[in-house]
């Protein structure tokens, strides 16, 4: 299984040996090739995750941090959308105990909010920390908050994620 597919990815550059894809909002996508997953965030977050030693990266891309009660877990959602990265991560060959977290988004784009209130984008990221350590996963970066909206690039070769301001 060289990768899991997940909507609108296209063929990479064929220097790179990977596959790029791009992850729309309540989306993710986990691969064992190496890849360039890209997205851009407003107040929505996208949790990146990556084992140095398998290579396996995946990424989600969710809009709000829970999902209403009675419903199926949904990639749209935080709380689900991290658990869901973080089972496909581990059933591609991602080992629990060596993948890494970085986090991106949560922003406050449309400003109407008060310096330090509990806006849409600090409840996701929220969400994200706290379901990635209730599942002892290390968050070693992010790039958080603030006013402006972010594009990301995140490779599975290395780890790396190349941040845009927007």
């Given at each position: 299984?060289?990768?899991?597919?997940?909507?609108?990815?296209?063929?990479?550059?064929?220097?790179?040996?990977?596959?790029?894809?791009?992850?729309?909002?309540?989306?993710?996508?986990?691969?064992?090739?190496?890849?360039?997953?890209?997205?851009?965030?407003g107040s929505c977050v996208a949790v990146c995750l990556?084992?140095?030693?398998?290579?396996?990266?995946?990424?989600?891309?969710?809009?709000?941090?829970?999902?209403?009660?009675?419903?199926?877990?949904?990639?749209?959602?935080?709380?689900?959308?991290?658990?869901?990265?973080?089972?496909?991560?581990?059933?591609?060959?991602?080992?629990?105990?060596?993948?890494?977290?970085?986090?991106?988004?949560?922003?406050?784009?449309l400003g109407s909010a008060a310096p330090g209130a509990?806006?849409?984008?600090?409840?996701?990221?929220?969400?994200?920390?706290?379901?990635?350590?209730?599942?002892?996963?290390?968050?070693?970066?992010?790039?958080?908050?603030?006013?402006?909206?972010?594009?990301?690039?995140?490779?599975t070769l290395d780890g790396a994620v190349l941040v845009?301001?927007?």
């Open positions: 299984m060289p990768h899991l597919p997940a909507p609108g990815w296209i063929p990479a550059d064929a220097a790179s040996g990977g596959v790029s894809v791009y992850l729309h909002p309540g989306h993710l996508h986990v691969s064992l090739v190496p890849c360039t997953m890209t997205t851009i965030l990556w084992d140095p030693v398998s290579r396996v990266g995946g990424m989600n891309h969710f809009l709000l941090a829970h999902h209403p009660a009675g419903e199926p877990d949904s990639a749209r959602y935080g709380d689900s959308a991290t658990d869901m990265l973080i089972s496909a991560a581990a059933r591609a060959g991602g080992s629990l105990g060596r993948l890494q977290a970085k986090l991106f988004g949560g922003a406050c784009v509990n806006h849409l984008g600090l409840k996701n990221v929220q969400v994200a920390r706290e379901r990635l350590a209730a599942h002892g996963i290390r968050v070693v970066s992010e790039d958080v908050e603030g006013a402006r909206g972010r594009k990301i690039h995140f490779q845009r301001t927007l």
